[in-house]
C-alpha cells in the first residue's frame, strides 16, 4: 500500500501559520490526485483541499482564501500552506489519495486555541 507520512503541525495562535507537509512512499505519486483532509474531535473525516495531477486546486469553502495546497512530484511530497488560522482549524490533519482505497497515515495535530 501507498503510505504517507504528515508532518508540520503544531500550536499556533489564531491568525498564524503552519505548513504541513506529507511525504508518500511506495506508489507511483506523479499519478494520483491528492488531497488534505482533516478530523476534529467528534466530527467525520473532511476534505479541506485537493490537487490534481495537473495542479489542479480545489478548496473547501472554510479554507478559501487562506489555504493553499501544492506538490512537488520529484520529492513525493504534498503541501497545505495555512494562513490565518483559526480555532476552528483545530484538526488532525491527514493526506491521501482522492478516491482510492488506502490506509492512511497517522497525522498531524494542528491546534489553535480560541
Known amino acids: 500500500q501507498v503510505q504517507f507520512v504528515e508532518s508540520g503541525g503544531g500550536l499556533v495562535q489564531p491568525g498564524g501559520s503552519l505548513r504541513l507537509s506529507c511525504v508518500v512512499s511506495?506508489?507511483?505519486?506523479?499519478?494520483?490526485?491528492m488531497g488534505w483532509y482533516r478530523q476534529a474531535p467528534g466530527n467525520q473525516r473532511e476534505l479541506v483541499a485537493s490537487i490534481t495531477v495537473t495542479d489542479n486546486t480545489n478548496y473547501a469553502d472554510s479554507a478559501k482564501g487562506r489555504f493553499t495546497i501544492s506538490r512537488d512530484n520529484a520529492k513525493k511530497i504534498v503541501y497545505l500552506q495555512m494562513n490565518d488560522l483559526k480555532p476552528e482549524a483545530t484538526a488532525v490533519y491527514y493526506c491521501?489519495?482522492?478516491?482510492?482505497?488506502?490506509?492512511w497515515g497517522q497525522g498531524t495535530q494542528v491546534s489553535v486555541p480560541s
Open positions: 511506495r506508489g507511483f505519486f506523479g499519478i494520483y490526485n
Open positions: 491521501h489519495i482522492l478516491a482510492r482505497n488506502n490506509g
